[in-house]
């Protein structure tokens, strides 16, 4: 399978907490997303990278959040001291940034913070 | 900022075309999708179409975009239960999202 993919599908964890997921995109394309999306509710944009720069983030994007791409191939988000307010599926996208820019989605990573 | 509307539900019987609309508010987008997500799964790129046309259809999706009143259409024909999804409108690059469509398809 080349599509995208997410690591872990789902992660339960304790407020205060720590977590990282980790996004692999498909492999030739240089763009890589991140969105929230919460229940009820569409997607909403974090961040993109294009190769390993980080070139925009959304204001949705607190200091607790932080995101990299090292080496322009697969991307991490990590949240630090999770509140039960970040409970949301993370879904990550990547693009040729050609064209249409057409973004293929991950599944997702389910996160629940107690 | 750019906003995007859809309304939220829509049922249709097992044959018959669906229509999903889609209103948004930055007259300067340059490309409009339409995309489908199914329960516990990511969102699938159904459809594009560029800001210069009017008209795309693509086997038993037509979408249908009036510039001047900013509104974005998605018709399926032939409805079919595999179609029970929801279906979100989104525009450009960033891309920002409507708050989706959940078709319901009746027997």
């Known amino acids: 399978d080349t599509g995208v993919s997410q690591n872990p599908r789902h992660k339960i964890t304790k407020r205060g907490q720590n977590v990282t997921f980790r996004c692999d995109p498909i492999?030739?394309?240089?763009?890589l997303y991140w969105y929230r999306q919460t229940l009820g509710q569409g997607p909403e944009f974090l961040t993109y990278f294009q190769n390993e720069a980080q070139l925009e983030k959304s204001r949705l994007l607190s200091d607790r959040f932080s995101a990299e791409r090292p080496k322009g191939s697969f991307s991490t988000l990590e949240i630090q001291r999770t509140e039960q307010g970040d409970s949301a599926m993370y879904l990550c996208a990547s693009s040729l940034a050609r064209g249409a820019d057409t973004q293929y989605f991950g599944p997702g990573t389910r996160l629940t913070v107690l | 900022g750019e906003d995007v509307e859809q309304s939220l539900f829509l049922s249709v019987r097992e044959g018959d075309s669906s229509v999903i609309n889609c209103t948004y508010t930055d007259s300067s987008s340059t490309y409009l999708y339409w995309y489908k997500q199914e329960p516990g799964a990511g969102l699938q790129l159904l459809t594009y179409?560029?800001?210069?046309?009017d008209m795309k259809q693509d086997q038993r999706l037509t979408v249908l975009l009036n510039k001047k009143d900013k509104h974005l259409s998605l018709r399926i024909a032939d409805t079919q239960t595999g179609d029970s999804a929801i279906y979100f409108c989104?525009?450009?690059?960033?891309?920002?999202f409507g708050k989706g469509t959940r078709l319901h398809i009746l027997p």
């Open positions: 179409i560029f800001s210069n046309m």
């Open positions: 492999s030739e394309h240089n763009r």
């Open positions: 989104a525009v450009d690059d960033k891309i920002i």
